[in-house]
T-cell receptor, first 115, second 116 residues
Framework: NAGVTQTPKFQVLKTGQSMTLQCAQD?????MYWYRQDPGMGLRLIYY???????DKGEVPNGYNVSRLNKREFSLRLESAAPSQTSVYFC??????????????FGNGTRLTVT | EDKVVQSPLSLVVHEGDTVTLNCSYE??????LLWYKQEKKAPTFLFML????IEKKSGRLSSILDKKELFSILNITATQTGDSAVYLC????????????????FGKGTHLIIQP
């Protein structure tokens, strides 16, 4: 059982380049999330998707776009990368209904460096 | 704005010691508080707490929530070098309109180092 799978594991971009981070989960979860983790800042929510077909902004959405392609996949796109987007990006999922409380399951992260 | 504060931010102890990690929070429409352990990669889930005063326990780790005073503690007894990690506290709130949770608000973590 793979859980939450993120690709790529590492990426180096030049300022202004674009890229898409991929995330897929095989747990039949409704809700999916993208976080970034920076030293001394903890994990901050970029975007989330409470169900297939819906997406919402989190705490730090500027410079990012997302697509909930289907129930399994939730991608994060950087249209024009900036050095401030150097970070470790985590995708996560959970069953996520109003009545069902449960923990987030995280992928192993993508370490992105923008030069 | 939801807020989660962890203390201490870092802690160095010797193997065999007992440690207590703290997490205080301010959140509208509290739903649950969660503890995660993060070593090199992804955070791994430890506990989820929704009710005050009920201790959750797993081996040498235990946690309790106080919803009146808005804090939680994570205890680790007889620490081992494998307990060295960043421990993250997170709080989940209900989203009243539209249904579904809007993600967790994380604290900055406590970096715990266990020396042999």
């Amino acid at each position: 059982n793979a859980g939450v799978t993120q690709t790529p594991k590492f990426q180096v971009l030049k300022t202004g380049q674009s890229m898409t981070l991929q995330c897929a989960q095989d747990m039949n979860h409704n809700s999916m999330y993208w976080y970034r983790q920076d030293p001394g800042m903890g994990l901050r929510l970029i975007y989330y998707s409470a169900s297939e077909g819906t997406t919402d902004k989190g705490e730090v959405p500027n410079g990012y776009n997302v697509s909930r392609l289907n129930k399994r996949e939730f991608s994060l796109r950087l249209e024009s990368a900036a050095p401030s987007q150097t970070s470790v990006y985590f995708c996560a999922s959970k069953p996520g209904t109003v009545s069902l409380v449960g923990p987030l399951h995280f992928g192993n992260g993508t370490r992105l460096t923008v030069t | 704005e939801d807020k989660v504060v962890q203390s201490p931010l870092s802690l160095v102890v010797h193997e065999g010691d007992t440690v207590t990690l703290n997490c205080s929070y301010e959140v509208t429409n509290f739903r649950s508080l969660l503890w995660y352990k993060q070593e090199k990669k992804a955070p791994t889930f430890l506990f989820m707490l929704t009710s005050s005063g009920i201790e959750k326990k797993s081996g040498r780790l235990s946690s309790i929530l106080d919803k009146k005073e808005l804090f939680s503690i994570l205890n680790i007894t007889a620490t081992q070098t494998g307990d060295s990690a960043v421990y993250l506290c997170a709080v989940e709130a209900y989203v009243l309109s539209g249904g579904g949770a809007d993600g967790l608000t994380f604290g900055k973590g406590t970096h715990l180092i266990i020396q042999p």
